[in-house]
């Protein structure tokens, strides 16, 4: 992996004549993880695409740069809500799907490597519909990791687990993930207390940065520092339009 | 009650109907023969069916061969290009308003009274199926799973062909269902309008010389068959297409 580079928005964006935020100027530190955190509708979402290139039907005016001054084509992994593995591959190749895509020789050695990182070894030749959907989410862990990229994007890749893999998937993401950009879109204020080195309120009025406790993610889920700076969180974005 | 159960007493009652029909009806056997004389026929003709039936086997499975073989790259052409899309789909929705069954002296005057002009009819007759089911199944492909590709710097050749072509396979396979449906239609009109051999042939014969009974026994292995190619093709897409 190359060093991980800083990202940087800043501009308004609209779909069809819409608003859908801005102006805000948005700064992810590089090599940290921050939470971008918001109620539905504000544009989180599309923060996300724009940085992945994948904002065509976006109006954005405005720049979107990485802190090294390169572009950003090339260096960034997607996780989503959805795991998006397809059914047709087994769990190997579904990691593997990146290389193929490009027409390199996938690497099988290093596939197991990672699958056995995120412990699921003995699953690497199930396919994806024999999983749970936290192993699911893992594999998609998985497949994030082997594309090696420094700048990691997370649409709330989290949010249809159930409690107990939501927690191990968190502490699992923020364990592998480390020393890559993470900028993770959420609207889960205890998520975001745990694992945000950087936490981020976006709200209709713009965006607002909230400093969370100093100890490192991903933090202890029933620390009090933790609950209480997910309560204020929560208090914030209740209050926020 | 079974599967097995239900079908069998489905076909005793459908006998049974028939033979009511006739006797009650007291129908010559110039019109309808009973289901007795029919099966006796059948294997007393055994040779002389099981004959015509090859003919039309081979015709049938060529046709439905090239049929999907031609529908399934036409529909990755379509899909892959939009240049394709523009010039070929008017012509191909065009194509669909000549009824293929018009079309089947003109083959017979160009590809002749053999094999030829029937593997054609059965290939035209199903082309426009397999095209269009799977062409539909491959521009649905999940947005998310092409923007994961297009994220990891796929070329789009390879999104077609490792994302799109086998998310598109149950599409696939409901084109080959219908296909498995229409390709001995094809096969039989085109023995109808001009042939030496076959079923469709067996059966204007046995009409033409009023030999009903036999004409009856050759629709009766038709269907069987045509049965059959379903079931089989239903059992192949399950097990290699997964749908």
Not at chain 1, 50 to 59: F, H, M, Y
Not at chain 2, 97 to 122: E, H, N, Q, R
Request: proline share 6%.
């Amino acid at each position: 992996m190359s060093a991980a580079p800083s990202l940087r928005l800043s501009g308004r964006a609209a779909i069809g004549g819409v608003p859908i935020f801005g102006p805000v100027t948005l700064e992810a530190p590089a090599g940290a993880w921050t939470c971008l955190l918001g109620p539905s509708g504000v544009g989180k979402s599309t923060v996300l695409r724009l940085l992945a290139g994948l904002g065509e039907a976006v109006t954005f005016e405005g720049e979107i740069a990485a802190g090294d001054g390169a572009p950003l084509e090339g260096r960034v992994a997607l996780m989503a809500q959805s795991d998006l593995l397809m059914p047709w591959l087994d769990v190997t190749a579904n990691v593997m799907l990146g290389a193929r895509l490009r027409g390199e020789t996938p690497r099988e050695d290093r596939a197991r490597a990672v699958l056995a990182r995120v412990g699921l070894a003995e699953h690497a030749g199930k396919r994806p519909e024999a999983l749970s959907g936290g192993q699911r989410q893992r594999v998609a862990l998985a497949r994030t990791l082997l594309e090696d990229r420094p700048v990691v994007l997370l649409d709330e890749p989290f949010s249809a687990l159930d409690a107990r893999s939501r927690a191990r998937m968190q502490h699992l993401s923020a364990e592998l993930l480390a020393g890559r950009t993470v900028l993770h879109v959420t609207h889960d204020a205890g998520e975001a207390a745990r694992l945000g080195r950087h936490v981020l309120l976006m709200s209709r009025e713009g965006l607002e940065t909230v400093t969370p406790p100093t100890c490192a993610p991903p933090r202890r889920f029933d620390a009090p520092e933790t609950l209480a700076f997910q309560g204020r969180l929560l208090r914030q974005l209740m209050e926020t339009l | 009650m079974s599967r097995a159960a239900s079908l069998l007493g489905a076909g005793l009652l459908g006998l049974a109907a028939w033979q009511a029909l006739v006797t009650l009806g007291d129908l010559p056997r110039f019109i309808l023969p009973g289901p007795g004389l029919v099966l006796s026929t059948l294997w007393s003709s055994r040779a002389l069916i099981a004959e015509h039936a090859l003919v039309t086997i081979v015709e049938v499975l060529l046709g439905l061969g090239l049929g999907a073989a031609c529908g399934f790259a036409s529909a990755i052409l379509l899909a892959a290009s939009p240049l394709a899309r523009a010039l070929l789909r008017p012509m191909l929705v065009f194509s669909q308003a000549v009824p293929v069954f018009a079309l089947a002296p003109i083959l017979t005057l160009w590809l002749g009274y053999g094999l030829g002009s029937k593997v054609a009819m059965a290939l035209l007759i199903i082309y426009f199926p397999v095209t269009s089911a799977f062409f539909d199944a491959l521009m649905r492909t999940p947005p998310g799973w092409l923007e994961l590709a297009r994220v990891m710097n796929a070329t789009p050749a390879r999104t077609l062909w490792r994302i799109r072509v086998p998310a598109a396979l149950p599409g696939f396979a409901s084109g080959l269902r219908l296909a498995a449906v229409y390709a001995p239609i094809g096969a039989i009109i085109g023995e109808w309008v001009g042939a030496s051999r076959g079923l469709g042939y067996l059966m204007l014969l046995a009409n033409g010389r009023a030999k009903i009974d036999l004409m009856f026994a050759a629709l009766i292995v038709l269907a069987v068959l045509a049965l059959c190619l379903h079931a089989a093709i239903d059992a192949a897409c399950r097990r290699l297409l997964g749908a």
